[in-house]
């Protein structure tokens, strides 16, 4: 498998060259700009280093320029001086020049850019952390010492009408070059506060998303990692089921001749044995005979989990189903001296089931029983008549209950018991013969009929295992569902 190259994550924001947008809250600027321009009567303009407009404030000079901007001439020039002062250089170069202030005043770059039409404008550069994120324009303004309009108007924009030109003039801000400076200054120093805010706020944010998302891709990566792994388990999983099922196969052929060449030896069809060959036969046949039932056990679960197993629903009748599970283990109850008792309800008990699947969930639980409970006990099995069950949910169902006085099962086990393979005494030297998988198969057959297992036990005192049926179960859909690995009985709700 080739480990795909992890993206490369992208640049930080501590690397990143920041532009004013990202520092200033655009909105508080504004107000800001706003509050500066009405309490001064000056025009504000602020634009960031690529030339978008972040605030443009205008006070009192529509008229005038719109004036101006009507003679053709006018129209070039006015053009010619906004792109001069939005684009220019800020620096006292292409007709600006340092501002007429008091000496000492820290001008911070700031420069004046004249206007043909005798109007000024004032152009600062916004510096942070030795870059330039911006410009601030204040303007126009008319410079106090202006007197009547000037000559380069005068001279582009022939057939003015100067009484109304002068209306217009009058409307704008009158001030000393200095004075909108100082204001302009003011400006700047504030503008330098909100910045250096700004820049606190977007920083953390930026460097808690990043945070965020460098932790989200670890665990992109981790789930990742996890998913190709689960596969692999399920993969591996699935080979060890089909594993088990041809060896089982493969053995149960050779092991039927076993048992059936046995048969025919102890029955004497050869030929007479005598007392010990007998005796010796029949232990080949006894012992052939678990091996057996244990690959069978192998068969089935290894089917369980391949989801190879269909269930088929018929009527049945439950009681006949217990009689005949009841006959096949009462060899053994009886070599053990035990005590069988059943109860059966007086009325049939019929329902939907699979009746080979049934049986074997008695089987299972009835050998549990005998196996697991030493001699002199006692083994009961009773089965209930239909009637409503809390456990499915109000459904008319029967319970199969199986009891013993056997050697019990300890309380942190009792979940654990239903789980392939698991074994209460898993040493080496124990006293019982299975393989630890006749309770998977109980539980899988049970859900598969939506049915429902528990087991409740006291260790010393014996184990009482209950199955509750309902009488019609919903047809079965597709196969039955493979054990789950956390053992726990549940209703099963998925047909
Ligand atoms: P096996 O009986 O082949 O070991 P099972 O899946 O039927 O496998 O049972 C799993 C384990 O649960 C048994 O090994 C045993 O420890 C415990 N167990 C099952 N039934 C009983 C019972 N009636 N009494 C005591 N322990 C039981």
Redesign the pocket.
Known sequence: MSAEAPPRPPESVLQRRLALSDLLDLQTFGELAKGFAELYKVGVKVFDEKGNRLADIKVGNGDFCGYVFSFAEGRRCCTATVARVKEGPVGPVQNARAPQVPPGLPLRGMVTVPCFTGLRYLVLPILWEGDTLGRVVFGPFTPEEMGDLPPSLTDLTPGIDIALAQGHLAKIRRAPEQTVAKVMLHFAQLLEALVAAGQKTYLTSQVHIEATLESNRDLEAQNRKLEALNIRLKEMDRLKSSFLATVSHELRTPLTSIIGYSEMLSEGLVGPLNPEQTDYVRTIMDKGDTLLKLIS?ILDISQIEAGKVRLTFDGVLVSDVVTSALSSIKPQAQKKGLMVDTKLPPRAVEARADREKLRQVVV?LLS??V???PKGGWVQVVLTDLQPQLELGGASGYRIVVQ?S????PADQQDK??QSF????NSSTRE?????????IVKSYVEGHSGVVRVT?EVGR??R?EVVLPAKPPAPGSVIPPPASDGGAQVQDRF
């Open positions: 056990s299972n549990n029983a196996k697991f409970t013993d056997g050697v019990g099962i018991v239903f698991y074994q209460v005494d019982f013969g299975g393989a630890g998988l006749g309770l998977a036990s014996g184990s295992f």
